[in-house]
């Protein structure tokens, strides 16, 4: 889509008669704009200038100055009344017709699927500018129960509020990715996360995304045994539990001296004990589901919960 077309005159003026004659030349007679871009419109003037030269645009005055900014497609300079001048026009160009294209909408892009990351770990937040937007920052926003709260910006931060160390941008030449970088990561960081674009420092928001989520799972830790309250006579068996705060799915494995126990591996297990199992030990391996990360715990002894002598 193109604005409506607009006629650019210049005229030059002379207070006084008897001069010269001055030639303008306005060529090319068209210029092509872009809409948040720049045009130059071409003068030239031969001869000695006796007077001021002036821009006008549609018969409204505009400022003498040889490259201007195009304003908005269907919008329109305020027109200025040249009432009380007594100069007279001596030269006047062609004219330069400009014509200023339509940007289509800014569109941000941010991955819709869920964002995984680990304690202590990294993830990468993808945003991506469907083109070159006008001046103005990306910020990075996080959905808290207090409300939106300011994250990161490449530019300086808004007024009272500051970037977190723990992030930066992962391509920052790259004038259409905003994709970020967190390290460093803490459960406290899983929530939805947005990327807008401003207008200007100061300027509205002209565009955001629709948001990434991010979910950040609790650090695998080494599995710990638990036994009994009070011990077992040596013949009977003995239950423990090993707990871990591995994901849904994480697999047991039980040892007992370096070897598996036979059987269904759950975080409990029920061990026959003889009286020879006081120099025995135990151990319990966690396995991670996702990243096939194992784990074991520390040797258990067997000995802490059983006895070769009657419990009364």
């Not at 001055?22 to 030239?44: F, K, L, M, N």
């Not at 305020?78 to 062609?94: H, K, Q, W």
């Amino acid at each position: 889509m193109k604005c409506p077309i607009l006629a650019l005159l210049l005229t030059l003026l002379q207070p006084r008669p008897g001069v010269s004659q001055t030639i303008i030349t306005q060529d090319p007679g068209s210029v092509t704009g872009t809409e948040e871009g720049e045009v130059t419109v071409p003068c030239t003037v031969t001869g000695a200038p006796p007077g001021p030269v002036r821009w006008y645009r549609d018969s409204a005055v505009a400022d003498s100055i040889s490259t201007l900014h195009p304003p908005p497609p269907n919008e329109r300079n305020d027109p200025v009344c040249l009432l009380g001048f007594e100069e007279t026009p001596i030269a006047r160009g062609s004219g330069s017709r400009l014509s200023v294209q339509t940007l289509p909408p800014l569109i941000i892009t941010q991955d819709p699927d869920s964002v995984t990351g680990t304690e202590e770990g990294e993830v990468t937040l993808p945003c991506t500018l469907s083109r070159v937007g006008a001046a103005g920052p990306v910020r990075w926003y996080r959905d808290t129960d207090r409300g939106r709260e300011y994250l990161y910006s490449a530019a300086a931060p808004p007024p009272n509020e500051r970037n977190d160390p723990r992030v930066s941008r992962v391509y920052p030449m790259n004038p259409t990715d905003f994709s970020i970088r967190i390290v460093r990561l803490t459960v406290n960081d899983s929530g939805r996360y947005h990327c807008d674009k401003y207008s200007g420092f100061d300027g509205p928001r002209i565009a955001n995304g629709s948001g990434s989520s991010l979910s950040v799972r609790e650090k695998l830790r080494p599995p710990v045994i638990e036994g009994p309250q009070g011990r077992v006579l040596a013949g009977n068996a003995v239950a423990l539990t090993c707990r871990s705060n591995g994901p849904p799915g994480t697999k047991f494995t039980w040892k007992k001296n370096n070897g598996t126990v036979p059987g269904e591996q759950s975080n409990t297990v029920s061990l026959q004990t003889a009286k020879e199992d006081i120099r025995s030990t135990v151990t319990c391996e966690t396995t991670d589901p996702t990243t096939q990360q194992t784990l074991s715990s520390e040797p258990y002894s067997l000995g802490a919960s059983i006895t070769g002598e009657s419990v009364h």
